[in-house]
């Protein structure tokens, strides 16, 4: 009788042990960022950076195929998004275009204002990586 104790003491305590986890889990589970119009989430908006910095830099690469540039890593994709996500917060540039634009007669879709945002930063980091 004693061992059945026992057990069903052990059983408690690692049901006692699972439901702390699994409380404490939802209090410290990650919560993703979002934007302030509650579109985007940061993953998604990195999506988007990479998207068209790959585009841009394929464009770069076939029009400055012999231009000698100062930093090569800087002709990269995953480079210039890792320079860009170290210089700015990306919710906050898709936030500030948001505001920028909220109030336009023109209604276009914010992502593409924070697309446009994203091509004058790529074309300044590669004015800048390049020899004139």
Sequence with gaps: ?????????????????RDYNEMSSSYYSSQNRTTLDGEWEYDELLGVLTDETDKKVKEFNEKNQFRAVKDKELTYTEFIVNKICDEHDLIEL??????????????????????????????RIFKDNTYT
Excluded: C, G
């Design 1 to 17: 009788m004693s061992e059945e104790f026992e057990r069903q003491q052990e059983l408690k305590l690692e049901k006692a042990i």
């Design 94 to 123: 898709y936030n500030d275009e948001y505001d920028k634009h909220r109030n336009d007669t023109e209604k276009v879709f914010n992502i593409h204002h924070f697309e446009n945002r994203v091509h004058s930063i790529i074309d």
